[in-house]
């Protein structure tokens, strides 16, 4: 099933170390023309680096990195963003794996519907109550087709009874994926999250 594209563009992965200053000044000069965006790849430190572009400039950037002789591969192109990709990418991170956290999977509308009685943390479409800037980075982040660390989903029930849930970890990652549509998302819980979870639907 394909979702909903918001604003994607295409990646490119390069060697940073085989980019000279001249070469790295020539792509950089041409961004009113290709209109290029440019981050350091991965969660981890790594020597790739990521050159987003407009999808319909495909051909020119790659005309450009042949003429300049920097070795790239076009990463994830938009048609191949559905929601068996994506959620085949979210993963725990070692540090929740060593905290006994587990990857579980929530109904999308539900665990939105908990989110939004927590007014002051909630990550409303588009990003709006949130970082645009983290909301937008997240989206080009998913066309680079590598791994997502699960959102941290945290639920607690108060000495009034009451079940609280928030995500403490992730809130931008799981607005982006909501707002394409997605209708599950794996998230990390701990055990006693899971349990509560289970007493109302999300899982």
């Not at 559905?82 to 979210?90: A, F, G, L, V």
């Not at 929530?106 to 983290?134: C, F, I, P, W």
């Amino acid at each position: 099933m394909n979702i909903s594209p918001i604003s994607f563009k295409s990646t490119f992965s390069v060697n940073q170390n085989e980019l000279t200053k001249k070469q790295g000044r020539k792509i950089s000069s041409k961004k009113d023309e290709y209109q290029i965006t440019i981050e350091p790849g991965g969660y981890k430190n790594s020597d790739k680096i990521f050159l987003h572009t407009p999808y319909e400039y495909d051909s020119r950037m790659i005309k450009m990195l042949s003429k300049l002789k920097v070795n790239f591969e076009l990463l994830c192109p938009t048609d191949t963003l559905n929601d068996e990709s994506i959620t085949s990418r979210i993963v725990l991170s070692d540090i929740d794996k060593e905290a006994g956290y587990k990857l579980v999977i929530v109904n999308t509308k539900k665990l939105d519907s908990e989110l939004k009685k927590d007014t002051a943390s909630y990550v409303g479409k588009n990003g709006e109550n949130g970082s645009r800037l983290k909301y937008d980075r997240f989206k080009q982040y998913l066309n680079t087709n590598q791994p997502i660390f699960a959102p941290k989903v945290n639920i607690r029930k108060s000495s009034s009874g009451e079940i609280n849930t928030n995500i403490y970890d992730g809130r931008h990652r799981f607005a982006v994926l909501r707002d394409m549509g997605l209708e599950k998302i794996p998230v990390a819980m701990d055990n006693e999250s899971i349990k509560l979870a289970e007493k109302i639907n999300l899982i």
